[in-house]
């Protein structure tokens, strides 16, 4: 069980929007920057958010990310069966020294 | 353009060892950290090691501090991850990754992997 907590699974309608939750603690995304990745079966994963907010490029501005306190948010409109897959948040830890990953979400678009 | 290729996956026996390779190009190597992360079948993301940029600190999740060495050659633009005392839970793919920020003074980290191998796959089976 990852210290970072998701949901294990959303869903929305095509065009609808979803959003993903990440719960941490002080030592983790309270002092520390949040990045999110999305991970399609059979590919690499693909990174959508860094520094709690920032979208590299080629990711579409429909994908957006927040963070507040000890806890991160993925938000992502326009829903597309392509955005079918797993996400994860990941940031680092602070007490621990090391990175760590949420345990992933799987994103359903029905 | 940008790449990391992973190469040195295979079958290993338990208590045996196994040396990841990773080459990266379209970058400068000792500019940016270079990391290993890995999948196990039907699991989640988990971050394994990482070096940071000018190599100054490695760090390596407890799951494989003690058995896993992470090193690099900078002649060669190559990431290394020699694996020692192999276990079935250590069973998945295994990605290089280049990460992108660090670790600041007050503490503060903005560590993020912004390129990514196709990942080699280990499988640690007697």
């Known amino acids: 069980q990852s210290v970072l907590t998701q949901p294990a699974s959303v869903s929305a309608a095509p065009g609808q929007k979803v959003t993903i939750s990440c719960s941490g603690s002080s030592s983790n995304i309270g002092n520390n920057y949040v990045s999110w990745y999305q991970k399609v079966p059979g590919s690499a994963p693909r990174l959508l958010i860094y520094?709690?907010?920032y979208r590299p490029s080629g990711i579409p501005d429909r994908i957006s990310g927040s963070k507040s306190g000890t806890s991160a948010t993925l938000a992502i409109t326009g829903l597309q069966t392509g955005d079918e897959a797993d996400y994860y948040c990941a940031t680092w830890d602070t007490g621990l020294s090391v990175l760590i990953f949420g345990g992933g979400t799987k994103l359903t678009v029905l | 353009e940008v790449q990391v290729v992973e190469s040195g996956g295979g079958l290993a026996s338990p208590g045996g060892s196994l040396r990841l390779s990773c080459v990266a190009s379209?970058?400068?190597?000792?500019?940016?950290?270079v990391n290993w992360v890995r999948q196990a079948p039907g699991k989640g993301l988990e971050w394994v090691s990482s070096i940071s940029s000018r190599r100054s600190y490695i760090y390596y999740a407890d799951s494989v501090k003690g058995r896993f060495t992470m090193s690099t050659d900078s002649a060669q633009n190559s990431l290394y991850l020699q694996m020692n005392s192999l276990r079935a839970e250590d069973t998945g793919i295994y990605y290089c990754?280049?990460?992108?920020?660090?670790?600041?003074?007050?503490?503060?980290?903005?560590?993020?992997?912004?390129?990514w191998g196709q990942g080699t796959l280990v499988t640690v089976s007697s």
């Open positions: 379209g970058f400068s190597f000792n500019a940016y950290s």
């Open positions: 990754a280049r990460g992108q920020g660090g670790i600041a003074r007050d503490g503060t980290a903005d560590i993020h992997f912004d390129y």
């Open positions: 520094d709690n907010n």
